[in-house]
Every structure is written in C-alpha cells, then in structure tokens.
C-alpha cells in the first residue's frame, strides 16, 4: 500500500501563486510516476500533470495543455515526493487538487485525500 499525503492549498486571488507538496510513504521502493489531479464541483476529475522517475531517478514532466507555462512540477524520485508549483492562477483553477501515485507504471493506483485550492476574482 501506497499513502499519499497533501499539504498546501488555500485562498488565493487571481494571479497569485501557491505551491503543493506531496508525500507517499508506505513502499520499500520508489514509485514510478507521481501526478496531480483535479476536481472542480460538478466536473470530472481531470489531469494536470506528472512526473515520471527512470533509471537513476531523473524525473520527466507532463501536463496538461491548459497549464503549461503556469504550473510546474518537480519532485524527488528518492524521497518519493513530488510538488506542484502554480503561478498565475486563475478562479478556473479552483479545485481540489489530488496527489496520485504509480508504482509500476500501469496506471495511478493510489491517491491522496485532496487539497483545496480556491482562487477568487
């Protein structure tokens, strides 16, 4: 089993800033893909983004076409942590917003209990 924990949400106004951290724990190795996701009310949770450790733990990122340039993902393929940094926020990207984790690369299999991030007008 896989926990996956979320810090870092809150109240921001349009075009401020925030920065998430995730951490799992609970495996002997380290996880092939970690990723954020979305979940706006009365939408479907969508993909934001992830990162995704090789040999040597050098990770590879990926998002989402409506955050590039915004948002930024980084992490530590050794610790298992990954972080989502989102600047010029918009109140479209009010959400809560979930860590997921892949250990095997077949798919995120564990997930986090969410964050809310809200960004008023």
């Known amino acids: 089993q896989v926990q996956l924990v979320e810090s870092g949400g809150g109240l921001v106004q349009a075009g401020g800033s925030l920065r998430l951290s995730c951490a799992a724990s609970?495996?002997?190795?380290?996880?092939?893909?970690m990723g954020w996701f979305r979940q706006a009310p009365g939408k479907e949770r969508e993909f934001v983004g992830g990162?995704?450790?090789?040999?040597?733990?050098?990770?590879?990122?990926y998002y989402a076409d409506f955050v590039k340039g915004r948002f930024t993902i980084s992490g530590d393929g050794a610790k298992n942590t990954v972080f989502l940094q989102m600047n010029s926020l918009k109140p479209e990207d009010t959400a809560v917003y979930l860590c997921?984790?892949?250990?095997?690369?077949?798919?995120?299999?564990?997930w986090g209990q969410g964050t809310q991030v809200t960004v008023s007008s």
């Open positions: 997921a984790a892949d250990p095997t690369g077949g798919g995120f299999d564990f």
């Open positions: 609970g495996r002997a190795f380290s996880l092939s893909t």
């Open positions: 990162i995704r450790w090789s040999t040597g733990r050098t990770g590879r990122t």
